[in-house]
């Protein structure tokens, strides 16, 4: 599985962006898939993630009510819709995907995309 990040670049707080993440491969619809961010010297952190079957979704509290995950299985893309930025919500933004579940520890998932910058000025 190969993942392609897009969409990231610089906004003032308040605004939104919409990431996407373009998968490779025949069966996206059977992996979760998720999005994590790292800002400098920081570690690594779970966004949010959504179930192959788009049954369930889980964000971390920090994003929830502002992010939303979302994917389009015909076209093997996963979206992150944000809204309401912060600048502390600037970070390297990172897509994933793993076989089945959801979990938030980075080193559980399989898969990794190149990062999209995130910038949200104050």
């Known amino acids: 599985v190969q993942l392609q990040a897009s969409g990231g670049g610089l906004v003032q707080a308040g605004g939104s962006l919409r990431l996407s993440c373009a998968a490779s491969?025949?069966?996206?619809?059977?992996?979760?898939m998720g999005w994590f961010r790292q800002a400098p010297g920081e570690e690594r952190e779970f966004v949010a993630a959504?179930?192959?079957?788009?049954?369930?979704?889980s964000y971390a509290d920090s994003v929830k009510g502002r992010f939303i995950i979302s994917r389009d299985n015909a076209k093997n893309t996963v979206y992150l819709q944000m809204n309401s930025l912060k600048p502390e919500d600037t970070a390297v933004y990172s897509c994933?995907?793993?076989?089945?579940?959801?979990?938030?520890?980075?080193?559980?998932?399989?898969?990794w995309g190149q990062g999209t910058q995130v910038t949200v000025s104050s």
């Open positions: 959504i179930s192959g079957s788009v049954d369930y979704t």
């Open positions: 994933a995907s793993k076989r089945l579940g959801v979990v938030r520890t980075p080193a559980l998932w399989n898969y």
């Open positions: 491969g025949r069966t996206f619809s059977s992996y979760t």
